[in-house]
């Protein structure tokens, strides 16, 4: 295999590759003898495949009700977008904004010098938004705010202090009950819970990752010093030692250690004794099932408790049921699972073995082992999944060919949406695919059928354009640079309606940076 390969291989294990979706159970099972289908032999789909598919019309010739069916393209002129100007420096703050751009309010002063603020995504039930002061200077550059995280209501700008400590906290989550999780530093230092008045603060682990929230609401975490993965209430009372030996490296990219569909898939030694290996227990701890002896890791669930593995030493997928693991409802030897589809099917990659089968395919199948069909010889990198089509990433995958395409689930022709690179989706406008693509002319945001036909431009010339956030009601929300503005520095945040019309600056022009923050129906 050469290097190139070899490393995505490696990489796709570990990390995995490609977004999860919602599955609903396949209608006609089929075990083979001995209770299993394993499948070993790939057939190709019938269909034709990977020839390009021709837009009718230029794309800025393309009327907007011939790409996306006109719902409500009108925009209710209600929410607000908290945001970010000018995040150091002693200059600008945090400030709240109509969506129609009126009402801009300053609710956090500018930071002192040698202090960052920083807006989380994620507001509590009150409705309050999270902010962290830090400090931006490794060696002492003047007076600075002590490093905190404190919440803000964008109503009446009130501020509530949640912690105050020079070890530079961070927002881990939210919780239910408004409780915060914060963590310390820019590593995996100390874990911790406090309340949403900042009064009361319960350290989990000196050393700690956050896992996840358990359905009873209690907290998982990976204690670094002991190698245990803890399962306790956010108080600080009870707490069940779940597993012993957890690599620290099973937490993170690989999804060893996690909250799977409420219960919680681990690769250790249960706490009650037991061999190493990958296990998955109910969501209080209680009776793990050896799901595998060697590395591997839980990448999905489905319905009725059924779970895919991705096998980590060597390519593999494998649908266990967990109350009978030692047979594999079916078996995938040479592919590497990238996601579950929305109508039901498993999407795996088969990476290149030598240099006589140079490209990266795409492959899909039930997950009981049958209908395997290859979509697609040069995708590599599936993005989502979208109705019944895949988007992804053509192989090679370089700086350059950093392009978008789009497939059947089942096979047929590769839709070819970008071809100069650059290109990044952003989910579904009503029934299209949005997406930016950067050129050296500028930053153009399109929306696309999902066959990859009646492509239509929303926005283009010079400038640089950065995706924020897809309002629930469709509308997009970006940040513009100016031309002359440093690249990558949005100097204006905008809206607009999905199909381009009602074109809003939010903020107005300023020479500080404006990022988003929050948006706030």
């Given at each position: 295999?050469?290097?190139?390969?070899?490393?995505?291989?490696?990489?796709?294990?570990?990390?995995?590759?490609?977004?999860?979706?919602?599955?609903?159970?396949?209608?006609?099972?089929?075990?083979?003898?001995?209770?299993?289908?394993?499948?070993?032999?790939?057939?190709?789909?019938?269909?034709?495949?990977?020839?390009?598919?021709?837009?009718?019309?230029?794309?800025?010739?393309?009327?907007?009700?011939?790409?996306?069916?006109?719902?409500?393209?009108?925009?209710?002129?209600?929410?607000?977008?908290?945001?970010?100007?000018?995040?150091?420096?002693?200059?600008?703050?945090?400030?709240?904004?109509g969506i129609d751009g009126t009402g801009e309010?300053?609710?956090?002063?500018?930071?002192?010098?040698?202090?960052?603020?920083?807006?989380?995504?994620?507001?509590?039930?009150?409705?309050?938004?999270?902010?962290?002061?830090?400090?931006?200077?490794?060696?002492?550059?003047?007076?600075?705010?002590?490093?905190?995280?404190?919440?803000?209501?964008?109503?009446?700008?009130?501020?509530?202090?949640?912690?105050?400590?020079?070890?530079?906290?961070?927002l881990a989550a939210v919780l239910r009950g408004?409780?915060?999780?914060?963590?310390?530093?820019?590593?995996?230092?100390?874990?911790?819970?406090?309340?949403?008045?900042?009064?009361?603060?319960?350290?989990?682990?000196?050393?700690?990752?956050?896992?996840?929230?358990?359905?009873?609401?209690?907290?998982?975490?990976?204690?670094?010093?002991?190698?245990?993965?803890?399962?306790?209430?956010?108080?600080?009372?009870?707490?069940?030692?779940?597993?012993?030996?957890?690599?620290?490296?099973?937490?993170?990219?690989?999804?060893?250690?996690?909250?799977?569909?409420?219960?919680?898939?681990?690769?250790?030694?249960?706490?009650?004794?037991?061999?190493?290996?990958?296990?998955?227990?109910?969501?209080?701890?209680?009776?793990?099932?050896?799901?595998?002896?060697?590395?591997?890791?839980?990448?999905?669930?489905?319905?009725?408790?059924?779970?895919?593995?991705?096998?980590?030493?060597?390519?593999?997928?494998?649908?266990?049921?967990?109350?009978?693991?030692?047979?594999?409802?079916?078996?995938?030897?040479?592919?590497?699972?990238?996601?579950?589809?929305?109508?039901?099917?498993?999407?795996?990659?088969?990476?290149?073995?030598?240099?006589?089968?140079?490209?990266?395919?795409?492959?899909?199948?039930?997950?009981?082992?049958?209908?395997?069909?290859?979509?697609?010889?040069?995708?590599?990198?599936?993005?989502?999944?979208?109705?019944?089509?895949?988007?992804?990433?053509?192989?090679?995958?370089?700086?350059?060919?950093?392009?978008?395409?789009?497939?059947?689930?089942?096979?047929?022709r590769t839709a070819v949406l970008t071809t100069?690179?650059?290109?990044?989706?952003?989910?579904?406008?009503?029934?299209?695919?949005?997406?930016?693509?950067?050129?050296?002319?500028?930053?153009?945001?399109?929306?696309?059928?999902?066959?990859?036909?009646?492509?239509?431009?929303?926005?283009?010339?010079?400038?640089?354009?950065?995706?924020?956030?897809?309002?629930?009601?469709?509308?997009?929300?970006?940040?513009?640079?100016?031309?002359?503005?440093?690249?990558?520095?949005?100097?204006?945040?905008?809206?607009?309606?999905?199909?381009?019309?009602?074109?809003?600056?939010?903020?107005?022009?300023?020479?500080?940076?404006?990022?988003?923050?929050?948006?706030?129906?």
């Open positions: 295999m050469p290097p190139v390969g070899r490393w995505v291989v490696l990489a796709c294990l570990i990390l995995g590759c490609g977004a999860r979706t919602e599955l609903r159970p396949p209608s006609h099972p089929a075990p083979g003898a001995d209770g299993g289908v394993v499948t070993d032999s790939l057939v190709p789909a019938d269909a034709e495949e990977d020839a390009p598919f021709a837009r009718d019309v230029p794309p800025a010739e393309v009327p907007f009700a011939d790409v996306v069916e006109r719902t409500d393209v009108t925009a209710r002129e209600h929410g607000r977008v908290v945001f970010l100007r000018g995040a150091v420096t002693g200059q600008g703050g945090v400030f709240v904004v309010r300053q609710l956090v002063p500018p930071p002192p010098m040698g202090t960052y603020l920083s807006v989380a995504r994620t507001v509590d039930s009150r409705g309050r938004v999270i902010v962290r002061a830090a400090n931006a200077c490794a060696f002492p550059c003047g007076p600075t705010a002590p490093p905190r995280l404190f919440a803000v209501d964008p109503d009446t700008a009130a501020t509530t202090t949640l912690i105050e400590d020079p070890g530079q906290p961070a408004d409780r915060v999780v914060y963590s310390m530093g820019h590593g995996p230092d100390e874990l911790g819970v406090v309340t949403p008045d900042g009064a009361t603060r319960v350290r989990l682990a000196r050393h700690g990752r956050l896992l996840g929230e358990a359905p009873d609401g209690r907290v998982l975490w990976l204690d670094r010093d002991s190698s245990e993965l803890v399962l306790g209430a956010p108080d600080g009372g009870s707490r069940t030692v779940v597993a012993t030996g957890v690599p620290a490296s099973s937490v993170g990219g690989n999804n060893t250690a996690q909250l799977a569909d409420g219960r919680i898939a681990f690769r250790g030694r249960p706490a009650g004794g037991g061999a190493p290996g990958l296990y998955l227990a109910r969501d209080d701890g209680s009776s793990p099932t050896l799901l595998l002896t060697g590395a591997g890791r839980v990448a999905a669930v489905l319905p009725g408790g059924r779970v895919v593995l991705q096998v980590l030493d060597r390519p593999g997928v494998q649908v266990i049921d967990p109350a009978r693991p030692g047979v594999p409802l079916a078996r995938f030897d040479t592919l590497v699972f990238a996601a579950l589809t929305a109508s039901g099917r498993l999407v795996m990659n088969r990476y290149p073995t030598d240099a006589t089968t140079p490209h990266v395919e795409l492959w899909t199948a039930r997950p009981d082992g049958g209908e395997l069909l290859r979509v697609s010889s040069g995708g590599f990198f599936l993005l989502s999944s979208l109705d019944a089509w895949l988007v992804y990433r053509p192989w090679p995958v370089s700086t350059t060919t950093d392009d978008l395409s789009v497939v059947p689930e089942r096979g047929g100069t690179g650059d290109a990044h989706q952003h989910g579904l406008v009503g029934s299209a695919l949005l997406y930016f693509q950067n050129s050296p002319a500028g930053t153009s945001v399109h929306v696309a059928a999902l066959d990859g036909s009646r492509d239509r431009i929303l926005v283009s010339g010079s400038g640089f354009r950065e995706f924020n956030a897809l309002l629930p009601d469709g509308r997009i929300l970006f940040g513009e640079a100016r031309p002359d503005d440093r690249p990558g520095v949005a100097s204006e945040l905008r809206v607009m309606n999905p199909d381009g019309s009602r074109l809003v600056v939010l903020g107005g022009a300023s020479p500080l940076r404006q990022t988003f923050g929050v948006y706030l129906p």
